[in-house]
């Protein structure tokens, strides 16, 4: 897969291309991807849902589709900006390479907040949801914590050298919000449909 956003590519394609023996598409943009369908899941589910507690069922669907659209472009971002880095890794230039590792650490950065957002939005939507669609809003939550995970291990992993770089602190904080929007949902109540 060469230039062509994910998003407009079919499934199959795109496993085919992660399966394949080739750096791109790998962690980042499969993750990108699953944000986006987590994102997806909460749309659905706020479209489906009335207005109860504190959500808005129309301003939860307009940001999970703002959400899912940003998670596309970064799945997207991050096989261009891999792509970058891997071209540059043995260039002469330590600049030029600093600046395509930054960048390919940013990507799953802002990933990852997003990962969050869409985790604490599905929560919303589990608890105040429409009950016959809690499944599905449990599914964002969990993908959304599973995709700030793995976004967190990815800047972790390209910042490793960087001791004191700040940002892989920052992924782990984002994938541990994530992780407890999971767990306060998680429990047998949850897991039928009304």
Same mark, same amino acid.
């Given at each position: 897969m060469t230039?062509?956003?994910?998003?407009?590519?079919?499934? %199959?394609?795109? *496993?085919?291309a992660v399966a394949a023996a080739a750096p791109t598409p790998g962690g980042g943009a499969v993750a990108g991807? $699953? #944000? #986006?369908?987590?994102? %997806?899941?909460?749309?659905?589910?706020? /479209?489906? !849902? !009335?207005?109860?507690?504190? =959500?808005? &069922?129309?301003?939860?669907? $307009?940001?999970?589709?703002?959400?899912? /659209? *940003?998670a596309q472009r970064l799945a997207d971002d991050d096989v261009a900006a891999y792509r970058a880095y891997l071209d540059l890794v043995k260039a002469p230039d330590p600049a030029a390479r600093k600046?395509? =590792?930054d960048a390919a650490a940013d990507i799953p950065l802002a990933l990852a907040e997003v990962a969050v957002e869409v985790a604490e939005l599905g929560e919303l939507l589990v608890e105040? %949801?429409? &009950?016959?669609? /809690? &499944?599905?809003?449990? $599914?964002?939550?969990?993908?959304?914590?599973?995709?700030a995970a793995s976004a967190a291990a990815l800047v972790g992993a390209n910042l490793r050298a /960087?001791?004191?770089? &700040?940002?892989?602190a920052r992924a782990a904080e984002l994938a541990a919000a994530a992780g407890a929007a999971a767990a306060r949902v998680s429990g047998p109540a949850n897991s039928t449909r009304a």
């Open positions: 230039g062509t956003p994910l998003a407009g590519t079919a499934f %199959g394609e795109i *496993t085919d991807l $699953t #944000a #986006a369908l987590a994102a %997806g899941l909460a749309a659905m589910v706020a /479209r489906y !849902s !009335s207005a109860a507690g504190d =959500l808005d &069922p129309a301003a939860a669907a $307009t940001r999970a589709d703002e959400l899912r /659209r *940003t600046a395509a =590792l105040c %949801g429409n &009950p016959r669609l /809690r &499944p599905d809003a449990l $599914t964002a939550v969990q993908l959304g914590s599973a995709v /960087r001791p004191d770089d &700040p940002r892989p």
